[in-house]
Structure formats: structure tokens, C-alpha cells
């Protein structure tokens, strides 16, 4: 089956410091979310990239879909201590008959450390 | 409203209990989903509801039952349910089930614990 595989599984950075989490799926996708969850929370969308190479923007967040649509990437400059919490990908792919599969990465859980 | 809201947020039940988790959205949403949530784990997807039929079951045993009595609605019906289900049961809802319009807006969850 689909498998999509997400380092790192944790991310200590200092208050200031660039972090990046990347996604890589065994199969081409159709499309890629990004969710976030805070500590105790539930997950939030942030994302959706559909296109082949796509780059997306949110303040300080880039999001990235390669261009063989198996991998992503999103990258947050200068993290502030309000960004903790586990980042996840979700992909999505065309199973066939009319059936779709949708797998979340394992996550990556982010610490800013003030 | 964007907001989808699952009650209980907490339950604690027996192995012998039949107890109920119910999930509502007014967004017009068509799809909805369960998703089951171990600490530190990704959420697991259990079912998925479009247009009201139960269009994904992923190999969820059989302890576990899902109802859709409405498009707003989505229960999840627990009888004999063992300590290994103990998680954070989430709901979702997205615009449909498909390739696009599958943004998942999750609600915030019931936390059970099955002793």
C-alpha cells in the first residue's frame, strides 16, 4: 500500500532558527496537505498543493511540491514559539474505481526552545 | 461556521458498555470521516462517509460501527470495545470525498479510555 514517510520525527530549534520538514510518498500523489496540531489540540489544516513543482507561501511558511509529485516540503523561517506542535503531511492518491487513499505522514514534532 | 463538534470530549466505558460518539457539521459538507488517534501517532483514518454511504471501511473491526443518519451527522457506535481502543477518536468533514475538494476540517476530538 501507499506509504508516505516524514522526517524528522523531531525538531528542537532555538527561538529565531529555520526548520524543515519533508514528506516522501512511495507512489505519486494527486495532492499533498499540510496540517498542524498543538499540543492537546486537533489537527488544522494549513495547506493543499495539487500542482507538479508548486510553491506556496504563508507569512513565514513555504510550503514545496516536487515535481514528481512524490515529495513536499514545508519550511518555517525564524520560528517563534507559537509555531510548536507536530506538522503532518496527508496525501492523497487515486486508488482506482473510483476509490481514493488518503495517508498521513508520521508527523514532525516541533519544540522552539525561547 | 466552519466548525465541526463531536461530544463527548471525554469518556471513560467499561469492556461490556455500548456507548455512542456523534459528530455534527453545517458546513454542506458531503464527506465525513472517522479517524482514530494514538499519542504521538497520526491520525488513522477508520471510515469514510460520502453522499452519506459508507464509501471507505479501513479493515476496522467489527466493535466498531459507524452510522451517517444525515449529511450533518456522524455516529460511531462502541460495544465491547477492548483496553488497546483507549485514543482520541476524531471526526472530520470535507467538501467531498475526492481528489480536490478534500480538505479535511477535523473536530476536536473525544478522548476515550476503555478500562
Known amino acids: 500500500g501507499q506509504q508516505v514517510m516524514q522526517i524528522p520525527q523531531y525538531q528542537h530549534v532555538q527561538e529565531g532558527e529555520d526548520f524543515t520538514t519533508y514528506c516522501n510518498s512511495s507512489?505519486?500523489?494527486?495532492?499533498i496537505q499540510w496540517y498542524k496540531q498543538r499540543p492537546g489540540g486537533h489537527p488544522v489544516f494549513l495547506i493543499q498543493?495539487?500542482?507538479?513543482?508548486e510553491v506556496k507561501k504563508q507569512k513565514r511558511l513555504t510550503f514545496q511540491f516536487g515535481e514528481a509529485k512524490k515529495n513536499s516540503s514545508l519550511h518555517i523561517t525564524a520560528t517563534q514559539t507559537t509555531d510548536v506542535g507536530t506538522y503532518f503531511c496527508?496525501?492523497?492518491?487515486?486508488?482506482?474505481?473510483?476509490?481514493?487513499?488518503?495517508?498521513f505522514g508520521k508527523g514532525t514534532k516541533l519544540s522552539v526552545i525561547p | 461556521d466552519t466548525e465541526v463538534t463531536q461530544t463527548p470530549k471525554h469518556l471513560v466505558m467499561g469492556m461490556t458498555n455500548k456507548k455512542s460518539l456523534k459528530c455534527e457539521q453545517h458546513?454542506?459538507?458531503?464527506?465525513m470521516y472517522w479517524y482514530k488517534q494514538k499519542a504521538k501517532k497520526p491520525p488513522e483514518l477508520m471510515f469514510v462517509?460520502?453522499?452519506?454511504?459508507?464509501?471507505i471501511n479501513e479493515s476496522v473491526p467489527s466493535r466498531f460501527s459507524p452510522e451517517c443518519p444525515n449529511s450533518s451527522l456522524l455516529n460511531l457506535h462502541l460495544h465491547a470495545l477492548q483496553p488497546e481502543d483507549s485514543a482520541l477518536y476524531l471526526c472530520?468533514?470535507?467538501?467531498?470525498?475526492?481528489?480536490?475538494?478534500?480538505?479535511?476540517?477535523f473536530g476536536a476530538g473525544t478522548r476515550l479510555s476503555v478500562l
Open positions: 498543493l495539487v500542482k507538479s513543482g
Open positions: 507512489t505519486t500523489l494527486s495532492n
Open positions: 472530520a468533514s470535507s467538501q467531498e470525498w475526492g481528489l480536490v475538494k478534500n480538505i479535511q476540517y
Open positions: 458546513m454542506g459538507h458531503r464527506a
Open positions: 496527508a496525501g492523497l492518491r487515486h486508488s482506482g474505481a473510483g476509490s481514493y487513499q488518503l495517508t
Open positions: 462517509y460520502s453522499y452519506e454511504k459508507l464509501s
